[in-house]
C-alpha cells in the first residue's frame, strides 16, 4: 500500500516515461503478483524454492500438520514401549539362563573298552573260595566255642 501511494504521488509531478516512475510500477506489478500468489496459490513455478502458503490453505496445512504430530508422537510412544518390552525380556531371559555349562565337547575314545569277563570270573572265584573258608572257620570256632565249658 505505501508502494501504491508513493506511485500515486509521482503521478502528480512525474510523467509515465519518467524511469523512477517505469521502476515504481514494477515494483508494485511485482508486490501485487506476490501477494496474489501466497493469497490465492496460483502455481508455484519449478525453478523457485520458496515455501509458502496460500492464505485459504492455511487451515487445511494447520489440520494435516496436527495429524501428522500426532501420529509421530503415537509412534514415539509405540517405539518407547516396545524398547522397555524389549529391555524386560532381555532380564528375563538372562535371568533363566542354566547354570550348566560346557566345559569340554565328547569326543570318541581312540579305543575301545570292554569288561574283561574271564579275569572278572576268576577274580569273583578267587575271593568267594576265601571269603567260604574264612565263613568255614568261624563257624567252627562259635561251633567250639559254646561246646567248651567256662573255665
Avoid at 50 to 62: I, M, T, W
Wanted: without cysteine.
Amino acid at each position: 500500500m505505501a508502494a501504491e501511494v508513493q506511485l500515486e504521488v509521482m503521478r502528480g509531478f512525474a510523467t509515465d516515461a519518467n524511469p523512477e516512475m517505469v521502476s515504481m510500477r514494477r515494483r508494485v506489478d511485482e508486490m501485487k503478483r506476490h501477494l496474489a500468489q501466497l493469497q490465492y496459490g496460483d502455481g508455484v513455478s519449478g525453478d523457485r524454492r520458496d515455501f509458502a502458503v496460500p492464505f485459504p490453505k492455511v487451515p487445511e496445512v494447520g489440520i494435516e500438520l496436527v495429524r501428522l504430530t500426532r501420529d509421530v508422537k503415537v509412534g514415539e510412544t509405540l517405539v518407547t514401549l516396545l524398547i522397555q518390552q524389549l529391555e524386560q525380556a532381555k532380564i528375563a531371559e538372562a535371568k533363566d539362563l542354566p547354570i550348566v555349562h560346557v566345559l569340554d565337547r565328547a569326543v570318541p575314545a581312540e579305543r575301545h573298552s570292554r569288561p574283561k569277563l574271564r579275569l572278572n570270573i576268576v577274580l569273583a572265584g578267587v575271593v568267594s573260595l576265601f571269603v567260604g573258608v574264612f565263613l568255614a572257620f568261624f563257624l567252627e570256632y562259635l561251633k567250639n566255642a559254646r561246646s567248651r565249658p567256662r573255665r
